[in-house]
């Protein structure tokens, strides 16, 4: 995994985002932070457009596909959804 995973480097410890899954508003830093890249969902790494997921939606395979919906560069939403389990799990040690 790549380093980008702390990417709390990029977030203030005082700003409010939305989770993707859920739409409820949480403070930056207990959201995990993504970013699609070439159809592919990374950790985000710094630059460009990106969103977010709270812990209790990562949980859910079904939440996590509805949000996916959303974004039309996403084409293999079952290799999507593993590259965000994969990430969520890194992102929870």
């Known amino acids: ?4 995973l702390s990417s709390r480097h990029f977030c203030s410890s005082k700003s409010v985002r939305m989770c ?3 739409r409820k508003r949480f403070l930056q830093p207990e959201l995990l932070r993504l970013a699609v890249l070439d159809s592919s969902v990374v950790a985000f790494g710094g630059v460009g457009r990106s969103f977010y997921f709270c812990k209790e939606c990562l949980t ?4 996590i596909l509805k949000a996916l919906a959303r974004y039309k560069s996403l084409t293999d ?15 929870k040690k």
């Open 1 to 4: 995994m790549p380093s980008s």
């Open 20 to 22: 993707v899954g859920c």
């Open 60 to 63: 859910s395979e079904k939440v």
């Open 77 to 91: 939403k079952p290799k999507n959804l593993q590259e965000i389990q994969e990430i969520a799990k890194e992102w």
